[in-house]
Nanobody, 125 residues
Framework: VQLQASGGGLAQAGDSLRLSCAASGRTSSYYNMVWFRQAPGKEREFVAAISWSGNNTLYADSVKGRFTISRDNAKNTLLLQMNSLKPEDTAVYYC???????????????????WGQGTLVTVSS
């Protein structure tokens, strides 16, 4: 599975951005997918996860109510709608997919086997 994240850029506090992650290769339609982020000098941080069906989602407390994760399995695409952006949302955002179908949504990066290259989001105050 290959993942290509896009949609990052420069935003001001309060703005919105939408990240996309295009999956190719072996289909990821049946696998849980996730967004992580890593700010400079910090560890990779869980942002949001979604089940293969899209019916179940999980969010970090820091983004709950502001970010929405979704997926379009017909297009093999994972999305992250980010609203009310804050300077502390500044980070490189990574999409990832679990390497096996099913299972509960988890926050650990060890759960996910395939990673995209990341897209930079910079939020100014």
């Amino acid at each position: 599975v290959q993942l290509q994240a896009s949609g990052g850029g420069l935003a001001q506090a309060g703005d919105s951005l939408r990240l996309s992650c295009a999956a190719s290769g072996r289909t990821s339609s049946y696998y849980n997918m996730v967004w992580f982020r890593q700010a400079p000098g910090k560890e990779r941080e869980f942002v949001a996860a979604i089940s293969w069906s899209g019916n179940n989602t999980l969010y970090a407390d820091s983004v709950k109510g502001r970010f929405t994760i979704s997926r379009d399995n017909a297009k093999n695409t994972l999305l992250l709608q980010m609203n009310s952006l804050k300077p502390e949302d500044t980070a490189v955002y990574y999409c990832a997919v679990k390497g096996s179908p099913g299972g509960p949504l988890r926050r650990s990066p060890d759960e996910y086997n395939y990673w995209g290259q990341g897209t930079l989001v910079t939020v100014s105050s």
